[in-house]
Each structure stands twice: as structure tokens, then as C-alpha cells.
């Protein structure tokens, strides 16, 4: 682990005696130009490079949407293939072997959304994901669409949620019957951890300044460790603005006057929570990505995970997050024209046509269906090539 921070501060160190650099200046003013350098990137992406993709369960709309992304994918000629093994958790219990040997070969995968019940046993998915492959980091980034009707204009807001412990460390037990004690795990290590790559992330993409929510004035000794690791870290970063939040506060703050807001970062369940605020307020759950990035590898999604179980098989589905979490895929195997050609053929469609589904459509508005909206996608990107 100290080498990994040691290589982290490496890249920081080396970032900042550029950060002038106009190759490191990215506009965050344009609404349709979202941040764009996260890393550590894998190697370039050759002809039919595997990508793991994981379609979701059967009764969410993962598979309507994973399959919106794969044919806009074909229609761009982008050179990777997708590997789809079948993933039942319910049936297999999680995991499978098989899903954890193919992505320890691939190191990227895109995924749908898997469902994980109430009141059973069963450990999700998404977090096994997360968990197994050391995937530490979670960026969502909230910004304006044009051609998408908000109350709040000029959002431009990157989360950054530590994605391996906290309040899901799964680690609960009933101590008596009627009382049940859940663990929550906050260690110096993944803190520093998240705030080195929020501060790194802040640097490469021009941002100007980060902010740490905690609950440290309850929890004095986990959320307290947070806020010491974070602001430990931005004593190195005199450059970028630093301030704490407290996360009820956040809450209220980012559904008010949410352009005060630049990089955040967030301990796992407050990540989770203020990220849907923030995606609420600026569409909805099914126009923004998530990038889940590690060492080692990176997982692909809908940024808020929403399962949509009332949507599945219907048609009605906005595919948007899971083909932008597509383009966030292209621009880590550092295929960056294909991911310009893909956004800015979706973007095309929320300015120039009134093609939308039903999540954002006009009030009054005939919405079109999950393959309506592809379809649109496809034409914009014949019409520029």
C-alpha cells in the first residue's frame, strides 16, 4: 500500500510543477464538455479489445440499456468486443468465478444494475464488485445538459465517494435479540487514499476547489479520521480552495445553491446519498455515468445505480448514463475520438431534436422509448461521420 501512495504522490508532484500547462487545463464551463482525466488509464485499447460487460439482472433495465450502449457502439466501430458471461446473484450465490477471472483478464468492464433485496442475507453485488477488486474510487460529475429542462442553471459538481468501506463494510450482528449492531470501518489508509485522488483529480482538470463532507461533529472519532486525513492531504495542495461540510448541511446547500460546489469528497453512504441530489437536480438518475476506478482496473455504470425494477422490459428507459458511462470506458482505453464522436452525438440529440424519454420529456410531450432514443443516437452519429 505505501507504494501505491508513494506512486500517487508521484503523480501529483508532477502534475503540480505543470499545472499551468494548457495540457492540463480542461474548460469547466461548458455545460457539454465534462471533466475528462481521471486515472491511473489502462494501456491503449487495440482492435477488439475485450470489455467485460455484466447486462444486470433480468428484472432491472439493464439489459435494455446495456444494449442500447452496444449498438451505438457498433454504429461508431469502436474496436473492442464485449465479453457477457451470465450473472444470476440470487442463483449463484454472487461472484461468480468465472465473472472474477474474466475481469482480473480485461481490467474493465461496463455494467447494468443488479438488484439487491430487503430483509435477506444477500451481499450485493455491486459492492462484491467494488470490494474484490480494490475499486476505490467512485466519480460521478453533475453538470447542465443542454437541452434538459432544470430549476438550477451553471451545475458543474465531480463527487468523489471513497467506494470500499464506511457504512458498507457489511459488517452487522445482532448483539441481543432486538438490538443490532452495525460497523462502521473508517481507516487512515483508504482515507488519504481517496483525498490524494480527489486533489490529483482536482489539479488535471483545472478545478479550483475541493470540499470534504463529514459528520465529525457526532461521529468525532470515524467521520473525524476522514476529515484529519483529508485536510492532511490538502495542506499539501495550497493552490486549490479546501473547505469541510457537514453532510446535513451539504444536503441542504446542494439543493439550494449547488454551484458553490466544485470536487467533492464523500465517505461511502454520504457519497451515495448527496450524489442522487445531485443528479436529481440536474435530470435524473438515468443521464449521468460513474466511473469506479482502482489500481488495477475500472467498472463502468449509471452513476446513482438506480435498478428501476417498475421500468424493466418496458422500453422506457433513458439508456444516457449507461451510454456515457460507455464514453468514460473509451476515454480510460484512451480511445478518445470514438468517446468525442459518441458524446457529441447524444449531446446532439438533447439540443437539436425533441427526442426524449420519458424521464425528461417535455410535460405534455410524446416520449420516445429506450430504442427510439438509440436510434437518434445512431442517425447523429452517421450524419457527422
Known sequence: MQSRLSHLRRVATQLSHHR??????????????????????????SK??????????????????TESLAEIFKAANV?????????????????????????????????????TPLGT?????????????????????????PGIQTRHKDIDVVMIRENTEGEYSGLEHSAVPGVVESLKIITEEKS????????????????????????????K????LFLECCTNVASKYPFIEFESMIVDNTCMQMASNPQQFDVMILPNLYGNIVTNIATGLVGGPGLFPGANIGISGAIFEQGTRHSARSLAGRQIANPTATIMGGV????????EERAEAIEKAVMSVFAETDIRTRDVAAEGAAAASTSEFTDAVVAALKSSS
Open 121 to 145: 442475507k444477500e451481499t450485493s453485488i455491486n459492492i462484491q464488485l467494488r470490494k474484490s477488486f480494490d475499486l476505490f474510487a467512485n466519480v460521478v460529475h453533475a453538470y447542465n445538459i
Open 192 to 219: 488519504t487514499r481517496i483525498a490524494e485522488y480527489a486533489f490529483q483529480y482536482a489539479l488535471a482538470n483545472n478545478r479550483k476547489k475541493v470540499t470534504v463532507v463529514h459528520k465529525a461533529n457526532i461521529m
Open 221 to 224: 472519532s470515524a467521520d473525524g
Open 20 to 45: 499551468h500547462a494548457t495540457t492540463l487545463s480542461v474548460p469547466t464551463t461548458m455545460a457539454h464538455d465534462p471533466a475528462r482525466n481521471f486515472f491511473p488509464l489502462s494501456s491503449p485499447a
Open 48 to 65: 477488439d479489445t475485450p470489455v467485460l460487460l455484466l447486462k444486470g439482472d433480468t428484472d432491472t433495465i439493464g439489459r435494455e440499456v
Open 79 to 115: 474496436p473492442v468486443s464485449f465479453v457477457s458471461p451470465k450473472v444470476d446473484p440470487r442463483v449463484d450465490g454472487g461472484l461468480t468465478q468465472e465473472v472474477i477471472d474474466l475481469f482480473a483478464e480485461t481490467r474493465v468492464a461496463v455494467k447494468g444494475p443488479y438488484f
Open 328 to 335: 468514460l470506458m473509451l476515454r480510460y482505453l484512451k480511445l
